[in-house]
């Protein structure tokens, strides 16, 4: 009797999760009837043609991609996007100035002339999606190399691009999916003309900082609102003020309903990378050596630009989402590695590890995996520090970076001799008057002196150009940039000028700069290409390869999900409190209280605007409080998201809108690389905090009335 009380408690325990499961997976909505049962279980209200469809109207065509790094939903009839506010960032720096600061003060257009145009600003729809696996497959073999069998890849694949966007604007692209084991196409459509149309200042769409980014529980109001803008004929056009509100397929009914606990919540978007794939010798790696290193070259260059803003308001707006971006990862970091080793990480892949080997028993296809893995795995550890440096030292340093690629000009004369070079010259030029707009040179070359230091420190002496070891040698690379910084021909804008009026290559290879960055950088080149190095490389992606051919063939009823890589996805779930300890339990809500509660006069992370003060004391929240009267302002729930899907719509059971996803928990920072079904957690703002800041704070009762709001 006894037992079989303790047997029913023991399936109870697995049927109650299934009602309230956290929903790991990044979805492909063209696969979408794999998922659409479960989804009607939990609540769905809408058919799969509502929310995927090529030939009708449905959910995915009011999802942009917003300029390649997150995502917006259309909201209006006219073409008006939501975002984060740290999606729009940048646009909001870039057209801010000290007197018209909108970082600070926040900017609402009362009408389109209003908006401000935004170049560089792109909104991608996707059009279609497909699976193309078995057209690529059939042309590849085991026997391959990774170049050959690349190679083969992108042939048939510029075929089927070719193919796919004939006599149309659209553009396409084909990536693999689950470590190149599946193919699926994408024909897209990108508007290119996106104006900024609202946003709330810092003191809310940033409420928290860096101290509470990526942490719940949450108070920030982290959107911003864009427009696109099309051609006479509704296509995508080229800036022009003749230009007209985009007409959209699909715009998102707003709820003002509100969300209880339990609630269905599906969220589309454009999630950046995963690694859930990832083997327990990657991650062994990542937190002893490659993450911990990201961090400190992070903190450095955060300290360094803090210094220069905090002495200058000017600085501070030029070098505001440069930072925002630095300290968003410096962060991250930080997290993966701690939580990494708090979820016991490694030692559930070890788990996944063990059972492919048992099963390679019998499948000997699998046999080798692992070894393979752990064996490449170690020969890379003598190259994570060049690698992070190249990265973080190289690409990410905006003057470093400049350098860089005046070595395409070497290249471009190499193969078109001088006329390519000049065509090269031409461009980097563009680039360079931009660099030095936005640039301030003091916080380039300290960046640029310091990090060089640690490099010297932390690359191994072997893998380092003479160059750099001769200079840590006698203590003098602040004398050589310092040096350098007087004599370069990245020096300045006008020392710049002055040689591309008279380009040439001896000159160039001759700059100190120039020869710095450049020597670094082949030195990483030819680290790469150490044969040993490139063997481990390849061996390491043919055995991540077989590594999910196998876990897919072991587990044949597991509904398998491929790593995020930009491309769309819909993740469900659920409305969910959690518990990170046996002591502490999150709501599933936050409300304006918290922001009062959070409030900190000293502290500008924490500071709150008078006029949302004024607000909240006379609870002039609209139709937009909760039952209990309170302002709602962020909420979580158990969707899958990663980066990228910043800004993405979080949607009820019935396809509307009723928050924007921004941002993920402390507890499960290690969740790009294993989904923590108990406490991994979206979390969102409410939308019916973004309309009362729109209507109350904001003013622009306009924006609110081009929405369709619904209950
Ligand atoms: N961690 C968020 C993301 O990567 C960004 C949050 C921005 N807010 C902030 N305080 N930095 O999507």
Not at 161 to 176: F, I, L, M, P, W
Not at 457 to 465: F, K, M, S
Not at 588 to 602: A, C, I, M, Q, R
Not at 687 to 710: P, Q, S, T
Request: aromatic share 12%; with cysteine; proline share 4%.
């Amino acid at each position: 009797m006894k037992k079989q009380v303790l047997a029913i408690a023991f399936i109870a325990t697995f049927l109650t999760p299934s009602l309230l499961r956290a929903d790991e997976g990044m979805w492909l909505p063209f696969l979408l009837a794999r998922n659409y049962e479960d989804m009607k279980k939990m609540g769905l209200n809408l058919t799969a043609k509502e929310i995927y469809s090529i030939n009708n109207s449905s959910i995915k065509d009011a999802i942009v991609s917003f300029g390649g790094f997150c995502t917006a939903e259309v909201i209006s009839k006219k073409g008006l996007l939501l975002t984060n506010h740290h999606c729009g960032y940048d646009a909001i720096a870039s057209s801010s100035t000290t007197e018209n600061n909108y970082l600070e003060d926040g900017f609402w257009a009362l009408n389109h002339k209003m908006e401000i145009p935004i170049p560089g600003l792109t909104a991608t729809f996707v059009i279609s999606i497909d699976d193309v696996t078995e057209q690529i497959v059939k042309n590849l073999t085991d026997e391959m190399s990774e170049e050959e069998r690349n190679a083969k890849i992108r042939e048939i694949s510029k075929t089927l691009t070719d193919e796919a966007t004939e006599g149309t604007g659209y553009k396409a692209y084909v990536r693999d999916f689950f470590e190149g084991n599946e193919f699926y196409i994408f024909v897209t459509n990108t508007y290119e003309d996106v104006r900024l149309a609202g946003t709330p200042p810092e003191s809310i769409g940033k409420f928290g900082h860096d101290t509470d980014n990526w942490m719940y529980p949450r108070h920030t109001g982290d959107f911003s609102m864009f427009r696109i803008y099309a051609g006479a004929d509704n296509n995508p056009a080229a800036y022009s003020p003749e230009n007209k509100p985009y007409s959209p397929k699909h715009a998102l009914p707003v709820s003002i309903k509100g969300i209880q606990e339990g609630d269905f919540t599906m969220v589309f978007g454009f999630p950046g990378s995963t690694d859930r794939y990832l083997s327990s010798f990657g991650i062994e790696q990542a937190i002893s050596k490659e993450q911990p290193k990201r961090v400190e070259i992070r903190r450095k260059k955060l300290d360094i630009m803090k210094k220069y803003m905090d002495a200058d308001k000017e600085v501070r707006l030029k070098y505001a989402s440069k930072h925002a971006q630095v300290a968003n990862y410096w962060k991250y970091f930080i997290g993966q590695t701690e939580q990494l080793k708090n979820n016991n990480v490694a030692e559930k892949k070890r788990e996944i590890e063990r059972h492919l080997n048992d099963f390679a028993t019998n499948n000997p296809r699998y046999a080798s995996v692992f070894g393979n893995i752990e064996a490449a795995y170690k020969v890379k550890d003598e190259y994570v520090y060049t690698n992070v440096y190249q990265s973080e030292f190289i690409y990410t340093v905006d003057l470093n970076v400049n350098i860089f690629r005046f070595s395409f000009m070497e290249q471009a004369f190499e193969r078109n001799g001088e006329e390519g070079m000049n065509g090269v010259l031409n461009i980097l030029k563009g680039l360079m008057e931009e660099f030095y707009t936005n640039a301030n040179l003091d916080i380039e070359f300290e960046t640029l002196t310091e990090v060089l230091k640690m490099y010297a420190h932390d690359v191994p002496q072997h893998l380092q150009p003479e160059l750099v070891k001769q200079l840590a040698a006698k203590n003098g690379i602040d004398k050589y940039v310092a040096k350098a910084r007087k004599k370069s021909i990245f020096a300045s804008a006008e020392k710049l000028n002055a040689f591309a009026a008279k380009p040439s290559l001896k000159k160039l290879k001759k700059d100190p700069l120039y020869a710095l960055i450049k020597s670094i950088s082949d030195k990483h080149t030819e680290a790469n290409n150490v044969p040993a190095h490139k063997e481990a490389k390849e061996k390491l992606t043919v055995a991540n390869r077989l590594f999910v051919e196998g876990y897919r063939l072991m587990e044949p009823t597991k509904q398998f999900y491929p790593n995020a890589n930009s491309t769309l996805r819909l993740t469900y779930g659920r409305v969910l409190p959690y518990s990170p300890s046996s002591t502490k339990k999150f709501e599933y809500y936050t409300s304006l209280e918290g922001v009062f509660e959070k409030e900190d006069p000293n502290n500008p992370e924490f500071h709150v605007s008078e006029k949302l003060r004024e607000l909240y004391k006379a609870k002039n929240f609209g139709k937009y409080a909760n039952e209990k009267g309170e302002m709602p302002v962020n909420f979580i729930s158990n969707n899958d998201i990663t980066g990228g899907n910043s800004g993405s719509p979080v949607l009820n059971a019935d396809g509307h809108l009723i928050g924007t996803a921004f941002d993920g928990n402390w507890e499960a920072m290690s969740g790009d690389i294993f989904f923590e079904r108990d406490i991994q957690r979206t979390i969102s703002c409410d939308i019916r905090y973004v309309l009362f800041i729109i209507e109350k704070l904001g003013g622009a009762k306009n924006l609110i009335d081009e929405m369709e709001l619904v209950k």
